[in-house]
């Protein structure tokens, strides 16, 4: 009897650890395909704001769900890449599932009413780990207050009370993706009036809400696979893209915000994408997309609006400052990233104390506004500014202490991603010098 209970015991001590082990593999899952990876998180990472506006069927959903499976599965070797929790990973595989497949219908999208939003977390790798390094909380709005139709037709205290949190969310953004359907800019393009009743009804208001940001605005016109239709002529992609900025520009409220951040040099960007690419679908006469039976999904520059946030915010920040004050903080910053991780976080409070770092909390505040200012952000900007990368790589390398060695790979870890992002702006500038709407340059 005694071994029969001793049997019993033993075997529920194994199905527990048996349990424990698969939810301990669930949490590390960073993928749906699912295989464990440790990542190294900091305390707190720095955590940047991102409000995407735009109406129905702009291509939002189809974005958010390409952009996600490129930057968690796709990029190369050594890239940086998002995670994020399993039931919005899961969320977001399916939505891209459901676009690759031919035979299924486009991904449903975002209604009237369900706003979503999602956080991911961004990792580098150092040392052979993986290092969560910085996070984006990415808010997917659903369009109460952008475009007519049945935004429109929402009660008038539901519209209050979603004016009320958006700006609030506006007020703590580090950048905001205002969405331009790229179908409608191309009937607008070729004189069509649904097009420019578009752009009137729908972007001309969305001005008015990113007038009161003070964080850089990215507009991402999507469908960019339709425009090889538009100006037979235009042999480059950037002649292309030059006509739809001045479409926009032609527009007196859309030309007058470009005017008034170019004066206040803060960034305005117009980045084209394509969830699907050129090979995946058509057009019919009748203005419907079908897929192709054996089309190739191949998105086009989905991970670029993304790449933009930190260099332009930075970039903003930058122009702020005055070149010796900015070169004092140069200094300073060298001194913090010889610290350890615990040391570097009082070090960051004592910095911002000092005349350098208040002059780096006024710029950060004309630069983003008060309200998205952190000093989580702050350090992050410091590592911006500060060593190059490769006097990082070296400084690590050469590092003895183990827990002192983890905290430098995770800096290290960072300044990849942030080296990382500049090279993508470097690409975009190169190969689209029309995206940049204003004329002052980021440092």
Same mark, same amino acid.
């Given at each position: ?77 050594? $890239? ?43 990792? $580098? ?22 475009? $007519? ?64 940001? *003070? ?15 538009? $100006? ?14 001045? *479409? ?10 470009? *005017? ?184």
């Amino acid at each position: 009897m005694l071994s029969s209970w001793v049997s019993l015991l033993l075997l529920v001590a194994a199905t527990g650890i048996v349990l424990a082990v698969v939810r301990h593999r669930r949490r590390t899952r960073t993928t749906p395909a699912g295989r464990p990876s440790k990542i190294d998180v900091t305390a707190e990472l720095p955590t940047f704001n991102i409000v995407a506006l735009g109406a129905q069927e702009t291509g939002k959903t189809v974005l958010l769900a390409s952009m996600f499976h490129r930057l968690s599965t796709e990029l190369r070797e050594g $890239g940086f890449r998002l995670v994020t929790g399993l039931e919005q990973a899961a969320d977001l595989t399916d939505l891209y599932a459901t676009l690759r497949d031919p035979e299924d219908t486009w991904p449903p999208g975002t209604m009237i009413g369900q706003t979503r939003s999602f956080t991911f977390d961004c990792v $580098g790798t150092a040392g052979g780990r993986d290092h969560a390094v910085l996070r984006f909380n990415y808010l997917d709005y659903a369009g109460e207050l952008v475009g $007519g139709g049945r935004a429109a037709s929402v009660p008038a205290h539901g519209r209050q009370a979603s004016q009320q949190d958006l700006e609030q969310r506006l007020g703590a953004a580090h950048a905001i993706f205002g969405i331009i359907d790229g179908r409608r800019m191309v009937d607008a393009l070729r004189g069509g009036r649904e097009g420019q009743l578009y752009l009137e009804n729908t972007i001309v208001p969305m001005i008015v809400l990113m007038r009161r940001a *003070e964080c850089p605005v990215h507009f991402v016109l999507t469908k960019w696979d339709l425009f090889d239709t538009v $100006g037979a002529e235009q042999d480059e992609e950037n002649d292309r893209l030059e006509l739809a900025r001045k *479409e926009l520009l032609s527009y007196p409220p859309i030309r007058n915000l470009v *005017e008034q951040r170019r004066r206040a040099r803060k960034m305005v960007r117009l980045i084209p994408v394509s969830a699907i690419g050129r090979q995946f679908a058509t057009m019919t006469a009748e203005g419907r997309m079908v897929k192709l039976r054996h089309g190739r999904l191949r998105p086009v520059n989905v991970e670029l609006p993304l790449c933009a946030v930190l260099p332009d915010l930075f970039g903003q920040v930058s122009a702020q400052l005055d070149e010796a004050v900015e070169r004092k903080i140069v200094e300073e910053s060298r001194a913090l990233s010889r610290l350890s991780a615990a040391e570097a976080v009082s070090g960051v409070g004592r910095f911002l104390a000092r005349p350098a770092g208040q002059a780096v909390r006024l710029a950060v505040g004309l630069a983003v506004g008060r309200n998205a200012f952190s000093e989580q952000i702050v350090s992050t900007f410091l590592d911006w500014i500060g060593e190059p990368f490769e006097a990082k790589a070296r400084q690590v390398a050469q590092t003895i202490d183990d827990a002192h060695r983890s905290a430098e790979q995770i800096r290290f870890a960072r300044q990849a991603v942030l080296e990382e992002f500049r090279e993508n702006m470097v690409v975009l500038r190169r190969q689209f010098p029309a995206s940049d709407l204003t004329t002052w340059s980021v440092r």
